[in-house]
Nanobody, 127 residues
Framework: QVQLLESGGGFVQAGTSLRLSCAASGRSTSRVYATGWFRQTPGKERELVANIPWTYTNIIYGDSLKGRVTISRDATKNTVYLQMNNLTPEDTAVYYC???????????????????WGRGTQVTVFS
């Protein structure tokens, strides 16, 4: 069992920054392979923002936010961070944290590769 709690979302002006946090807990936390950040807008599929393995560093960024986002992990806190800069209204979405418990090839780009999901945190960017 892995429990994920996202935080840090909010209502922000375009051009500003946000730092999202994902705190992992539960008895299976030590078995997590990777943590991913996804986002979803109504009418669109859930898309990868970034992911970071827990056993080695091989960070993958999605296309939409690449160059404006940095994912990092604090192992002492079992927390993964997503720093987003220069936000635009197109970044408005619910942002989800997810934990992958299975290795399907070492990439974890797809939502189906993650077994546990947080409830999400809303990010709204206004002009």
């Amino acid at each position: 069992q892995v429990q994920l709690l996202e935080s840090g979302g909010g209502f922000v002006q375009a051009g500003t920054s946000l730092r999202l946090s994902c705190a992992a807990s539960g008895r299976s936390t030590s078995r997590v392979y990777a943590t991913g950040w996804f986002r979803q807008t109504p009418g669109k599929e859930r898309e990868l923002v970034a992911n970071i393995p827990w056993t080695y560093t091989n960070i993958i960024y999605g296309d939409s936010l690449k160059g404006r986002v940095t994912i990092s992990r604090d192992a002492t806190k079992n927390t993964v961070y997503l720093q987003m800069n220069n936000l635009t209204p197109e970044d408005t979405a619910v942002y989800y944290c997810a934990a992958a418990m299975t290795d399907y090839g070492g990439h974890w780009k797809e939502a189906w590769e993650y077994e546990y999901w947080g409830r999400g945190t809303q990010v709204t960017v206004f002009s």
